[in-house]
């Protein structure tokens, strides 16, 4: 059984995560998000001008020292010179970071843990936050409960990860969602100097995602490094800049040994 949390809230980052993460805190009842800080003023004003009633501050010793959570939902680097600035206290401390080990809040509460959401964020476009998995973890049984009780309020989707499974699915989405979109961006590009557009893709991306949630990515993989087409990749790679060409032979490279592995 869970165990519910409430009172003041205060986000430190106001980011992409943060974005979504503070207005469906601020939705629930018996919270309040009262401060935003971010080192940019315009970027703490901005998300808490969509908030009921937070107020922004770019001063890190403004911080309010009385609130009953922290999220802090910055980049890894900044996490631990943030917590050496803070005292410790009894408040709940959590952190949004899929890399980052529940203990780098230790010294800011014996109440700290990890909120972890495994999305891709962008600031302007809408999210339906209750579909979005929830990995979580606490410092002690009745922290994560804790934890827990919240996210379950937040998604339908919530789960306990340690550290090591948190770390793995990060990689994970590096590999689904950053590495993909920006074979998308260089897709978009090269489509560009032939006067057309990544619209032309959509057809085929929609499949490629389809199979791949259908069945699995590995049985809906084609093309010439699968076949092993060699004449095929050789034009290509002849076609291409230098940079895009050692990236389209590294690929092709991992793809043809995944599938021929066996043969080797």
């Known amino acids: 059984m869970s165990i519910s949390v409430s009172g003041k809230v205060v986000f430190i980052g106001a980011g992409n995560v943060a ?24 970027s703490a004003k901005r998300l808490a001008d969509v908030l009921d009633s937070a107020v922004a501050t770019d001063d890190v010793d403004s911080i309010i020292d009385d609130a009953d959570i922290y999220v802090v939902s910055l980049v890894d680097d900044a996490v631990e010179s943030l917590v050496s600035r803070f005292p410790i206290g009894e408040a709940l401390w959590l952190h949004t970071s899929g890399s980052l080990p529940k203990e780098m809040l230790a010294p800011l509460s014996f109440r700290h843990g990890v909120f972890y959401p495994l999305q891709t964020f962008s600031r302007d476009v809408d999210v339906d936050i209750s579909k979005v998995p929830i990995f979580i973890e606490g410092a002690t049984y009745d922290v994560e409960r804790e934890i827990f009780g919240l996210a379950e309020r937040i998604s339908d989707k919530v789960f306990v990860a340690d550290g090591k499974r948190r770390r793995n699915m990060h990689i994970a989405a590096v590999f689904a969602c950053n590495f993909v979109n920006h074979m998308w961006s260089v897709a978009d590009d090269l489509l560009h100097e032939e006067g057309l557009s990544i619209e032309v893709l959509h057809p085929l991306l929609e499949e490629t995602l389809r199979k791949a949630m259908m069945s699995s990515p590995s049985e809906g993989q084609t093309g010439p490094a699968m076949r092993g087409d060699n004449a095929v990749m050789e034009r290509h790679i002849s076609l291409l800049p230098p940079h895009l060409a050692k990236i389209y032979s590294l690929l092709s490279k991992s793809i043809y040994e995944y599938y021929h592995h066996e043969q080797n």
């Open 19 to 42: 974005s979504h993460l503070a207005p469906a805190f601020d939705s629930l009842d018996g919270l309040e998000v009262v401060q935003v800080f971010s080192r940019s003023f315009d």
